[in-house]
């Protein structure tokens, strides 16, 4: 069956422009996860959803970052006024459950800001 | 804070070599911890999830194992081959968190 989509696979833009990157979850899946991950640098934990509940936003960066989800499907992971140091691959996975079901990844979203 | 430490960061074998990789995490208060691989350009792809109640895990040839009071698991990965060569990752849930704090990955390369 179809996996998590993430697009779009690649963006670049310039600096104080806003980006809006997309991620479609396997069907069925009720958790949902945004992901960073810098050049040589860990995966670095954003915001999760449970259903269209964001109950964890701590990971954002900054209140340039926001996400939503709707109809416990799509989410959309939204960087406005985008500075250099937001350049970085954004994954997204999702899970059955919140709990003890392994993340599924889409291939992400490699964001470059000039 | 929960940190995650994997060693070695890079590690270079023959085909056919058994090895393992090293996980080591600072709170042992863990859901569950998961190994997962990374391709290059490409997103993870889970390997074995291990419930904190559980001490080990199988699939094929990789083998995890989890020592939650030592803050400690390892992947066995029996009989390398060229393909296995990836980015290997592990990630723990905290006891009443829902999100995966993940270690910087140890970088394999399998030679024929």
């Known amino acids: 069956g179809a996996g998590v989509s993430q697009s779009p696979s690649n963006k670049v833009t310039e600096k104080g422009k806003d980006v809006e990157l997309r991620c479609d979850p396997i069907?069925?899946?009720?958790?949902l996860y945004w992901y960073r991950q810098s050049l040589g640098q860990g995966l670095e934990f954003l915001i999760y959803?449970?259903?269209?509940?964001?109950?964890?936003k701590s990971g954002l960066p900054s209140d340039r970052f926001s996400a939503e989800r709707t109809g416990g499907s799509v989410s959309t992971l939204t960087i406005q006024r985008t500075q250099q140091e937001d350049s970085a691959v954004y994954l997204c996975?999702?899970?059955?459950?919140?709990?003890?079901?392994?993340?599924?990844f889409g291939n992400g979203t490699r964001l470059t800001v000039t | 804070k929960q940190e995650v430490t994997q060693i070695p960061a890079a590690l270079s074998v023959p085909e056919g070599e058994n090895l393992v990789l090293n996980c080591s995490f600072t709170d042992s208060a863990i859901y569950n911890l998961q190994w997962f691989r990374q391709d290059p350009g490409k997103g993870l792809t889970s390997l074995l999830l291990i419930q904190s109640s559980q001490r080990e895990q199988t699939s094929g040839r990789l083998n995890a194992s989890l020592d939650k009071s030592s803050g400690r698991s390892t992947l066995y990965i029996a009989a390398s081959q060229p393909g296995d060569s990836a980015t290997y990752l592990c990630a723990v849930t905290n006891t009443g968190f829902q999100k995966l704090v993940f270690g910087t990955g140890t970088r394999l390369l399998v030679s024929p």
């Open positions: 069907s069925g899946h009720t958790a």
């Open positions: 996975a999702s899970s059955l459950e919140i709990l003890n079901s392994p993340l599924h």
């Open positions: 959803f449970q259903g269209n509940s964001a109950p964890d």
